[in-house]
């Protein structure tokens, strides 16, 4: 594989990010390439905000991979800061070759130098895969996640 770089996503990324959350069963009926208008606006609220880093896995400049983490301050646990991760995406030509592996690792590096104590991440019931890729790397499926749609 090419040198792989990750670095904070710029306004320019935005149509390969979303290409890449458009590329698989459950993006292809969410996700709208044609309308960059809303991800514009998501962008630089993220962009805006130290809380969150939109992070891309870069290949000669090509954008292959996605992630989104975001910091959450809190009380529990001694008010321990905690990372949440969000939106892992690697590119269906870049698939199994261990990028995947290697951007969580990026996600959970920013998380300790960031000073958090725990990282946390969702994944959709229905990515199984996803689920294994997780607990291989040392997620635990200790909760049981909700959500509620309000659009």
Do not use: W
């Not at 996700?31 to 290949?59: C, I, K, M, S, W």
């Not at 000669?60 to 892992?88: D, F, H, K, N």
């Not at 261990?98 to 958090?116: F, Q």
């Amino acid at each position: 594989m090419d040198e792989i770089t990750f670095r904070r996503a710029t306004a320019a990324d935005i149509p390969a990010i979303v290409a890449l959350l458009a590329d698989d069963a459950l993006g292809t009926g969410r996700e709208n390439p044609a309308d960059l208008t809303p991800y514009r606006a998501a962008f630089a609220e993220l962009d805006g905000d130290p809380q969150h880093v939109l992070l891309v896995a870069d290949r000669s400049g090509e954008v292959v991979g996605t992630a989104q983490l975001t910091y959450l301050p809190g009380l529990a646990r001694g008010g321990a800061l905690r990372a949440q991760i969000e939106a892992v995406r690697v590119g269906s030509a870049a698939r199994g070759t261990g990028l995947g592996s290697r951007l969580i690792e990026e996600c959970l590096r920013l998380a300790r130098e960031r000073g958090c104590a725990l990282v946390q991440l969702t994944s959709d019931a229905s990515r199984t895969d996803a689920h294994r890729f997780y607990e291989r790397l040392g997620f635990t499926a200790s909760h049981v996640g909700f959500k509620l749609s309000l659009v």
